[in-house]
């Protein structure tokens, strides 16, 4: 049982490249998330979904897109990548969407230049 | 979401209970207190969450004041795994959005 799996743990883009962020859990939980956390600050939702075939924005979505692909992936994309998305990405899972502790990844850590 | 205020940082002697405040004097009737530790570099792990009772599991112990304006988290004997940034939660049941503030950065000292 691996929990929540992320790749790449790391990656260096140059701006305006474009790159997709896994993400994978072997829980059968319904809900998944994406958050960033900058240096000295908390994390921030970027976009969720509630369960497979739903995705909401979260609160910093902007340059972001995502996809749902079946219960256990939710990937992320950026289509564009900006230095003000440098930062580190964490996927996190729940069994319910807000009603069950998240379990979280290990973190993929993004520099643009 | 009730905004929460802790300490930035704290320390704690190895073997001693850590005691981590948190104020949430805004919280609604709805909201419950979550408790997250997220050691360096590493993605957050969930501790603990409480409605009004006070809660224990094995990590830890959630004290809620009976006007629900504030919480403790007790670690009732820290070890050095235990360092690590400590985020006090409040959330709506059934909302998908976590805030993670700033935190308590505890370090337990040997």
């Known amino acids: 049982n691996a929990g929540v799996t992320q790749t790449p743990k790391f990656q260096v883009l140059k701006t305006g490249q474009s790159m997709t962020l896994q993400c994978a859990q072997d829980?059968?939980?319904?809900?998944m998330y994406w958050y960033r956390q900058d240096p000295g600050m908390g994390l921030r939702l970027i976009y969720y979904s509630a369960s497979e075939g739903t995705t909401d924005k979260g609160e910093v979505p902007n340059g972001y897109n995502v996809s749902r692909l079946n219960k256990r992936e939710f990937s992320l994309r950026l289509e564009s990548a900006a230095p003000s998305q440098t930062s580190v990405y964490f996927c996190?899972?729940?069994?319910?969407?807000?009603?069950?502790?998240?379990?979280f990844g290990p973190g993929t850590r993004l520099t643009v230049t | 979401d009730a905004k929460t205020t802790q300490p930035p940082s704290m320390d704690c002697a190895e073997g001693r209970a850590a005691n981590l405040p948190c104020n949430h004097s805004t919280i609604s009737g709805n909201e419950y207190v979550y408790w997250y530790r997220q050691i360096h570099s590493q993605g957050p792990q969930y501790i603990i969450h409480?409605?009004?009772n006070n809660e224990t599991n094995e990590m830890a112990s959630l004290i809620i004041t009976e006007d629900r304006k504030s919480s403790t988290l007790i670690l009732p004997h820290a070890t050095l795994r235990d360092t690590a940034v400590y985020y006090c939660?409040?959330?709506?049941?059934?909302?998908?959005?976590?805030?993670f503030g700033t935190g308590t950065r505890l370090t337990i000292i040997p």
């Open positions: 939660i409040v959330s709506n049941f059934g909302n998908e959005k976590l805030t």
């Open positions: 996190a899972s729940s069994e319910r969407q807000g009603l069950d502790e998240q379990y």
């Open positions: 829980m059968n939980h319904n809900s």
């Open positions: 409480g409605l009004k």
